[in-house]
Every structure is written in C-alpha cells, then in structure tokens.
C-alpha cells in the first residue's frame, strides 16, 4: 500500500519521532521515515506521498537538485509541513534560509538564528477558527510551549495560532504575570500552486513541546512500528493529526 506522508527528522523513530509517529499510526495516517542522519534518496522524492514533513531535519540531507524537485512536487498538490527545532526553518544554522522552500513556505524566515528558548511560561493563542483546530478548546484552555522559532507570516498566509510569551515575577503579595506586547506566529498555513503549505514553530516533541504534549482531558497511548510508545493528551494527539490531515488535504 502506498504510504499518504513521507516524515524526515525528528532525530530517530526510537527517539523524538517517536511522538509523532505514534499519533499518525493512532490516526490511521501511513507514513515512512527518515531518520535526521540520513540523506533523502532520488527514489523517494518520486513516490507520490499526499503530504512530507520536515521536522528537526537538516537541509544538508537533500541531495542537489532534491529541493526543486520538491518544490515543484508542492506546486503540482503535494503538501509540506515544516515543525519547529533547531534543524527546522532558520535554526542555528540557517538551515532552510537560502533554500527555495524559504519561497514556499507561509512564512518569512530570519536571517540568522531564530531559536526562541522561553523559560517562562509561553502560552498558545486562538487567532482565528479553522478546520485544523475546529472542536480543540484552544480558547478555553490555552497550553504552554517551551520554545519556538521566531517566524513572520507572509501576507498571503493565515496565521491560526500565535505564541505569547508571560514575564512572571514574585511579590509577598504573590505573583504577577505580564503578557509581551507582542505574539509571534506560531501555526501559519497558505498555499503554493495547488500544494497546502504549513509552518508550525514549535517543536511536536519534547522539549519545546512543552506542556502541549499533555494537553487533553483523556491520555492516548499509542506506538508505532519500531519506535518508542507514548502517553499524550488527547487533544494535543488530535491537534497534531489534524494539522497532518489538513497539509495532506485530507480535512
């Protein structure tokens, strides 16, 4: 059976990629993987997958010629989903900068390192409704992530979900939460051609995930073939296969 998503990065499958394959295989997604040290061959680039996912995987790994041709496949209806980390959009390297995804994708990309550590609480916000997060109480009750890559969405593109950081400080009276002026993106969706393109800042694993991973007022328990099993919320199981389901135009 043809795989719907071709998934690289994420270190390995007994690893961070652990989390999310186990929710597609919990969502009846079918993929194949790449581990983040291994170089993306001609042959795969040919299977017609509905969506790729590019997590935490370095540029590098693409052989020549490899990101055109992917972009091209964007342009034609494959979808992409790029998730946040230190390999992912700019990163400590500048890993996608000077690529022509840096085209595709919904969102403007830093020139140098965009790496976003917060060692306060960081909250998500509900910019908008939208099939990706339709039924999740994203407004009523908001996560914390743990970090994020500093995007800007293009003007074309919808941004869905924003970040917003919190200064905290204590007192004898207790404690004071100060929100920053300003949000950052945090999932930004568009299109390229007929391809859906998505951009997730955050990372789906720890530790940037932060908080998210347990959102839920259930516990899903899932594993996929070879990889570690996981104990996650349930809603941040069903955000996850949503934005999966929604760049590989099956929702």
């Keep these: ?7 690289l990065g994420d270190t390995a ?4 990629a652990s989390y999310l394959a186990g929710i597609m295989t919990y ?6 993987y790449l581990a983040s040290d291994k170089i993306v061959s001609p042959e795969m680039l040919n299977v017609e997958y509905r969506a790729i996912i590019i997590s935490d995987y370095p540029s590098a790994n693409f052989p020549p010629g490899q990101l055109d041709l ?14 946040g980390g230190w390999e992912s959009f700019t990163g400590l ?18 020139p140098t390192d965009d790496r976003i550590n917060c060692p306060q609480p960081c909250l998500i916000e509900k910019n908008q409704d939208h099939e990706i997060i339709a039924t999740l109480p994203f407004d009523q009750h908001p996560p914390t992530i743990g970090g994020f890559n500093l995007l800007r969405a293009k003007p074309q593109a919808e941004t869905i979900l924003s970040a917003r950081r919190f200064s905290v400080s204590r007192s004898s009276t207790g404690y004071t939460f100060k929100p920053f002026e300003k949000s950052d993106p945090l999932l930004v969706v ?3 051609g007929q391809g859906r393109v998505t951009a997730f800042a955050s990372d789906v694993a720890p530790h940037w995930v932060g908080g998210l991973v347990d959102w839920g007022d259930t516990r899903v328990c899932a594993q996929a073939q070879n990889a570690n099993a996981i104990e996650v919320g349930n809603w941040y199981a069903q955000f996850f ?3 999966v389901k929604w760049t590989a135009g099956l929702i």
């Design 93 to 110: 390297n500048r890993e996608y900068t000077q690529t022509t995804l840096a085209e595709v994708l919904p969102v403007f990309l830093q």
């Design 1 to 7: 059976m043809k795989k719907q998503i071709l998934y």
């Design 190 to 192: 568009g299109h390229h």
């Design 70 to 83: 992917l972009t091209k496949k964007i342009s034609k209806g494959t979808g992409l989903l790029m998730i």
């Design 241 to 243: 296969a949503n934005v």
């Design 27 to 32: 969502h009846n997604l079918t993929f194949d």
């Design 13 to 16: 499958i007994k690893e961070a």
